[in-house]
Antibody, heavy 120, light 107 residues
C-alpha cells in the first residue's frame, strides 16, 4: 500500500526558513517523480515543485522559484522541500504527491498534508 | 504559462442528477489533462488521467472527454459521496497548473 507521510510543518516568521519532508513507502521510491502541491486557506490547489526519480531534474512554480528547493533522499525514501525567504502568502497545506510513470503524468497518490503558517 | 479555467465555479445538484464540469486551457495541451476530487480535510484523489482514462478504483459514473483546449468531466448520476470540489490540471508543460476548482454542492 502506497503511503506518503509529511512532516515538518509549523509556524515561521516572514523571511525565515522551514523544511518539510515526506516519507514514502509501499512503492519503489527512486522509480517515480514526486511533486509538492499546496492549498492556501480558502484557495484552490497550486502545484509548487517536482523532482525526477533520480533527482537530476527539478522544476518550480514561478511563485517559489529561487526561494524553495526540492530534493530527495532515495536511500531513505524521503522527499524534502526546503523553503527559504518565506512570505505570508506561502501559508498553506503542503501535500506530497507521487507522480505516475506514464507519458501523461498525474498525481496518483497524495499525503494528508502538513500545514505551514507564515506569520509575524 | 498555461492557464486553466473551469466552469462553473460552483453548482448545486441533487442525488441522481447528471453533472458536467468544463475545463479550458489557454493553449492546446493535447490530452495532458487530469481531474481530481477534493473534500475538506482530506487528501485530493485522482479521478481521470490523460483526459479520459479512469484511475483505478474510481466509479464508472465518472467520465472525461476532450482534447486540445476543451475538456469535460461528467458525473452520470451524482451520489452523496460525490459532493466535493473538482479540479482539472495540465501536465503538458511546466509549470503544471490547476484550474480554480468547481464546488459541487447538495441542492
Amino acid at each position: 500500500e502506497v503511503q506518503l507521510l509529511e512532516s515538518g510543518g509549523g509556524l515561521a516568521q516572514p523571511g525565515k526558513s522551514l523544511r518539510v519532508s515526506c516519507r514514502a513507502s509501499g512503492f519503489t521510491f527512486s522509480g517515480y517523480g514526486m511533486s509538492w502541491v499546496r492549498q492556501a486557506p480558502g484557495k484552490g490547489l497550486e502545484w509548487v515543485s517536482a523532482i525526477s526519480g533520480g533527482g537530476g531534474g527539478t522544476y518550480y512554480a514561478d511563485s517559489v522559484k529561487g526561494r524553495f528547493t526540492i530534493s530527495r533522499d532515495n536511500a531513505n525514501n524521503t522527499l524534502i522541500l526546503q523553503m527559504d525567504s518565506l512570505r505570508v502568502d506561502d501559508t498553506a497545506v503542503y501535500y506530497c504527491t507521487k507522480e505516475t510513470s506514464m507519458v501523461h503524468t498525474s498525481f496518483d497518490f497524495w499525503g494528508q498534508g502538513t500545514l505551514v503558517t507564515v506569520s509575524s | 504559462d498555461i492557464q486553466m479555467s473551469q466552469s462553473p465555479s460552483s453548482l448545486s445538484a441533487s442525488v441522481g442528477d447528471r453533472v458536467t464540469i468544463t475545463c479550458r486551457a489557454s493553449q492546446s495541451i493535447d490530452r495532458y489533462l487530469n481531474w481530481y476530487q477534493h473534500k475538506p480535510g482530506k487528501a485530493p484523489k485522482l479521478l481521470i488521467y490523460a483526459a479520459s482514462s479512469l484511475h483505478s478504483g474510481v466509479p464508472s459514473r465518472f467520465s472525461g472527454r476532450g482534447s486540445g483546449t476543451d475538456f469535460t468531466l461528467t458525473l452520470s448520476s451524482v451520489q452523496a459521496e460525490d459532493f466535493a470540489t473538482y479540479y482539472c490540471q495540465q501536465s503538458y508543460s511546466f509549470p503544471w497548473t490547476f484550474g480554480q476548482g468547481t464546488q459541487v454542492e447538495i441542492k
